[in-house]
């Protein structure tokens, strides 16, 4: 941001993907050196595609013939996370949690049995282990439950990776290095409780639109104007007010904040809205 303030998010997409390129190759290296066999792969030579959204586009299809041959041949193959590639051969990332995202959609290509996911936790606890120290670690928990966690802030495995999971029944395990880790499956054995988990996300801003009038059809208009967008919106808060006008507050991610108020500004008077504010970083 030294170079440009705001730099265009398909630039941004083709900075950021080299992180990934650079980790796969120096992991190939250092299997190499130990006298294994690995290759690595980015999203174009494995044909991740995906829609043509930067920094938050959606996996369409992954070709796993290239994976396939490689792993035929012994070799230990690492793929590029977080990226694939747009209809036009543009690189484009995945967003928030999109590496979580690239392991499950890979997995469920090649019907995996298993998919695990390392971090730098034990697993899935009742709340964040760092803010509350006598969190329990959960053995399982089912896709619902762990999706709603992640919808909700909790870091150790993001939503869409979860949805992924659960439309492809894969199994999912999260774990670090030296732990069983959490199970996240379909079918939960162990005794149900009336609270499976707290989280908390601190990385969410809010848009208050102010004074529209209250008529059938306005939040229609506000929340496909948000769609058209590729903003994806969480908590909706809907007031009456005075003099048939209305006001509706909603939240969204940060980084979707710039995007959302240019386009709410833009189309503010057909909105018929008084007035747009906006309050960032709101715990949610």
């Known amino acids: 941001k030294e ?8 630039e ?11 980790s796969v190759a120096l992991m190939a290296m250092a299997i190499s050196a130990i006298g294994g066999r690995a290759v690595s792969l980015n999203a174009a030579q494995v044909g991740i595609e995906t829609t043509n959204t930067y920094s938050n586009a959606r996996i369409r299809h992954i070709n796993t013939e290239r994976i396939e041959n490689e792993l035929d041949e012994g070799s230990i193959v690492l793929v590029t996370g977080f990226q694939g590639v747009n209809a036009i051969g543009d690189t484009t990332t ?3 949690g999109g590496s979580d995202t690239s392991a ?4 469920a290509a090649l019907n995996a049995d298993m998919c695990e996911i390392y971090t730098d936790v034990e697993g899935v606890y009742t709340a964040d282990p760092r803010v509350v120290p006598d969190a329990v670690k959960l053995d399982e ?3 619902d439950e762990m999706l709603e966690l992640a919808s909700l802030g909790a870091k150790v495995l993001h ?3 979860v949805e992924v999971a659960k439309k492809y029944n894969v199994k999912l395990v999260v774990r670090s290095s030296m732990s069983e880790g959490t199970e996240v499956k379909e079918d939960v054995k162990m005794e149900r409780m009336l609270v499976s988990g707290v989280a908390a996300d601190k990385k969410v801003s809010r848009i ?11 939040a229609f208009e506000v929340f496909s104007l948000m769609a058209k967008e590729k903003v994806s919106v969480d908590i909706i ?23 959302a108020l240019k386009a709410l500004e833009k189309n503010k008077e057909r909105l018929t809205a008084r007035e747009i504010v906006h309050d960032e970083n709101t715990a949610k």
């Open 3 to 10: 170079i440009n303030a705001k730099p265009s998010r398909r």
């Open 12 to 22: 941004m997409d083709m900075l950021l993907s080299t992180g990934e390129q650079q």
């Open 94 to 96: 995945l967003g928030r």
């Open 104 to 107: 499950v959609a890979l997995a």
């Open 141 to 143: 928990i089912s896709y």
């Open 159 to 161: 939503s869409r990776s």
């Open 208 to 218: 208050s639109i102010m004074g529209i009038n209250d008529e059938p059809g306005k």
């Open 237 to 259: 808060l809907q007031s009456t007010g005075a003099d048939g006008k209305q006001n509706i507050s909603f939240t969204i991610g940060e980084d979707d904040l710039d995007i």
